[in-house]
């Protein structure tokens, strides 16, 4: 495995590869990372991962400065789980000049959940994914799916841009009592730690409890998807006070335990949009997505469903 710190020393390890697979990362890797790169390897070759804390994700009061950084170990990983290239840039290397040119991301995307609570996360996240994608060349990327909103980002950028790039998505990888593997879990102490998986057990209970509304319908016979179009409002504003009420059910029921929830809400898979009584009728329509503090630790978790 080769470790590169410039641009134009990795346009010259990869030459003219026509089959490149990348997975961006911003170090301290946990077992979720290493299970892209293993993906990458059945989809591509050569496997370049990158290593790079992306400054303009971070809000003026978030964890950059303190964001882990485990350069030597990550290499150690990355090179057991397969990687060919490390590429890790210092900032001057990858922002030799501001980065003045941003990549904004859509309202109704990228404004909402993460966007609104995290204001200007996306555009980091779209701005430094872009220019990766510059220096890289990749045929494919792969990034996981705990990153929901994330990933559907990543891919409409990709869309409207027409990038030659094929967009993977692995599993959320999982501790055994449900955690989902994060970079953060790190700043845990011992009692969070043993708390920590309320959370995916609350957008599990939280799913089974939608799913269960579209039994409830005031209606009758749930509509079908080729009628999604013509969905009854009535039928539409009975879903989404259900599902709100849900909602807010969850969000008392984490904050009694002791979180600080932002969100724990059901929405589209496709689009993120409030789900129609038609979403709530077809299984495989829906994700539930939550994001609570816990201690000063904010984990993020999903559901699809």
């Known amino acids: 495995m080769q470790i590169i710190e410039s641009v134009a020393a990795l346009?010259?390890?990869?030459?003219e590869c026509a089959r490149t697979a990348f997975v961006p990362t911003m170090g301290n890797l946990h077992e979720g990372h290493l299970s892209l790169v293993r993906m990458a390897r059945q989809n591509g070759e050569p496997v370049v991962a990158s290593i790079f804390v992306n400054r303009l994700q971070f809000g003026p009061n978030e964890?950059?400065?303190?964001?882990?950084?485990?350069?030597?170990r990550d290499c150690d990983a990355l090179r057991t789980a397969g990687c060919d290239f490390v590429f890790a840039p210092d900032e001057n290397e990858l922002y030799p000049v501001p980065q003045t040119y941003r990549v904004s991301t859509p309202a109704g995307l990228g404004d909402i959940l993460e966007g609104a609570f995290r204001p200007g996360f996306f555009e980091g996240v779209a701005t430094v994914v872009l220019k990766l994608f510059g220096c890289v060349q990749p045929a494919?990327?792969?990034?996981?799916?705990?990153?929901?909103?994330?990933?559907?980002?990543?891919?409409?950028?990709?869309?409207?841009?027409?990038?030659?790039?094929?967009?993977?998505?692995?599993?959320i990888a999982r501790e055994a009592d449900?955690?989902?593997?994060?970079?953060?879990?790190?700043?845990?102490?011992a009692g969070e730690r043993a708390e920590a998986p309320a959370l995916?057990?609350?957008?599990?209970?939280?799913?089974?409890?939608?799913?269960?509304?579209?039994?409830?319908?005031?209606?009758?016979?749930?509509?079908?998807?080729?009628?999604d179009a013509?969905?009854?409002?009535?039928?539409?504003?009975?879903?989404?006070?259900?599902?709100?009420?849900?909602e807010h059910d969850a969000c008392e029921a984490l904050t009694a335990r002791g979180w600080a929830p932002d969100y724990l809400t059901v929405r589209?898979?496709?689009?993120?949009?409030?789900?129609?009584?038609?979403?709530?009728?077809?299984?495989?329509?829906?994700?539930?997505?939550?994001?609570?503090?816990?201690?000063?630790?904010?984990?993020?978790d999903n559901l699809e469903f």
């Open 11 to 15: 346009r010259a390890a990869l030459g």
């Open 63 to 72: 964890d950059f400065g303190r964001y882990p950084r485990t350069f030597e």
């Open 140 to 171: 494919v990327a792969v990034f996981g799916r705990k990153d929901y909103q994330q990933l559907l980002i990543i891919r409409d950028m990709v869309r409207q841009f027409e990038l030659p790039v094929r967009i993977l998505a692995g599993d």
């Open 178 to 189: 449900g955690l989902a593997m994060s970079s953060r879990n790190g700043y845990l102490d």
């Open 200 to 227: 995916f057990r609350a957008l599990q209970e939280l799913a089974q409890q939608v799913r269960a509304l579209a039994a409830d319908q005031p209606a009758g016979e749930p509509r079908k998807a080729e009628n």
């Open 230 to 246: 013509h969905s009854d409002p009535a039928d539409d504003a009975f879903a989404l006070e259900a599902a709100a009420a849900l």
């Open 268 to 300: 589209r898979r496709a689009d993120l949009a409030l789900p129609t009584a038609a979403d709530l009728a077809q299984p495989g329509r829906l994700v539930a997505l939550g994001a609570a503090r816990l201690g000063t630790t904010r984990l993020i």
